[in-house]
T-cell receptor
Framework: GDKVKQSPSALSLQEGTNSALRCNFS?????VQWFLQNPRGSLINLFY???GTKENGRLKSAFDSKESYSTLHIRDAQLEDSGTYFC??????????FGSGTKLTVEP | EAAVTQSPRSKVAVTGGKVTLSCHQT?????MYWYRQDTGHGLRLIHY???????EKGDIPDGYKASRPSQENFSLILELASLSQTAVYFC?????????????FGSGTRLTVL
């Protein structure tokens, strides 16, 4: 089965609204990374997390290793936030397991 | 800013042919990775390397070889390309230790095997 499950698989937001994406892990994740794949296909790193939280502008992410999940909160969504968001978890040394992604569409 | 450059950007290959995908990084990172992405899915690790002249198997190494001739360069080799290897391939680099483990990706190579 999937080691990293992301939800939802797709999401549509109005500009200016807030939302949260989630990853659940069936592996003993030690670190988590979040990426945005933009419409051109480029992968941009957003966060690297050990258990705890990080914030960067309108984005905030949390990783709870005991409950095996991570979240990405988007505040005041903008058109340029559109793309596919991936989380990835590391359990075994040097191997990152990726989720299937959440496709986010921000509409005017 | 980290820089990972892949070539070619896209390639069409014939079944049974040999394909080499190249990756060059200017980040001075020890670690380099090759991932594949299938349409509508996440990335899966094929091979990685943490030092020149050494490579390690990732999650899905079958049908692929890798070569790390220098710290800057990491190649993925398909000796006998198959239809199932049609995908987008991403190279990435990172260092070890805390935030340095963040992956920096290249722009990808779209491979179509006919």
């Amino acid at each position: 089965g999937d080691k990293v499950k992301q939800s939802p698989s797709a999401l549509s937001l109005q500009e200016g609204t807030n939302s949260a994406l989630r990853c659940n892990f069936s592996i003993a994740a030690t670190t988590v990374q979040w990426f945005l794949q933009n419409p051109r296909g480029s992968l941009i790193n957003l966060f690297y997390l050990v258990p705890g939280t990080k914030e960067n502008g309108r984005l905030k992410s949390a990783f709870d290793s005991k409950e095996s999940y991570s979240t990405l909160h988007i505040r005041d969504a903008q058109l340029e936030d559109s793309g596919t968001y991936f989380c990835a978890a590391e359990a075994n040394y040097n191997v990152l397991y990726f989720g299937s992604g959440t496709k986010l569409t921000v509409e005017p | 800013e980290a820089a990972v450059t892949q070539s070619p950007r896209s390639k069409v290959a014939v079944t049974g042919g040999k394909v080499t995908l190249s990756c060059h990084q200017t980040n001075n990172h020890d670690y380099m990775y090759w991932y594949r992405q299938d349409t509508g899915h996440g990335l899966r690790l094929i091979h990685y390397s943490y030092v020149a002249d050494s490579t390690e198997k990732g999650d899905i190494p079958d049908g692929y070889k890798a070569s790390r001739p220098s710290q800057e360069n990491f190649s993925l080799i398909l000796e006998l390309a198959s239809l199932s290897q049609t995908a987008v391939y991403f190279c990435a680099s990172s260092d070890r230790g805390g935030d340095a483990e963040t992956l920096y990706f290249g722009s990808g190579t779209r491979l179509t095997v006919l």
